[in-house]
């Protein structure tokens, strides 16, 4: 074989090394950025957890908040003494015996 030919199967061998070594250290880096992705979105869920179980049980407390005002202003209707007999809607007023004072004289 000439020499040029070798030449270039040298150069062509020592291309395939440089690509593969490239190929590797690619390989390696997008491994090391999938992992810490992995990491960042474990991390992210978990606080989209955290945040999530916040409010459920902040609506709890709420929840509870609103039956207790509820409740207290049932209380509160419940003893209220300002009772007026026309608020009722059963009133009806007795009629009035007409009484002639003099008659008893």
């Keep these: 074989m000439p020499k040029n030919i070798d030449d270039i199967f040298k150069e062509i061998s020592k291309l395939q090394k440089e690509v593969a070594s490239i ?3 690619l390989t390696k880096l997008i491994s090391d950025q999938f992992i810490d ?9 978990r606080k989209i957890s955290d945040i999530s179980n916040k409010v459920q049980e902040f609506e ?4 509870a908040a609103e039956i207790i005002e509820d409740h207290m202003e049932e209380e509160e209707n419940k ?6 007999p026309y608020d009722d809607d059963n009133y009806e007023s007795e009629p009035y015996e007409e009484y002639n004072d003099e ?3």
Excluded: P, Q, T, V
């Design 23 to 25: 190929e590797n250290k």
């Design 37 to 45: 992705l992995k990491r960042s979105l474990k991390f992210m869920d």
């Design 60 to 63: 709890i407390i709420m929840d």
């Design 79 to 84: 003893y209220n003494s300002e009772w007026d």
């Design 103 to 105: 008659e008893d004289d």
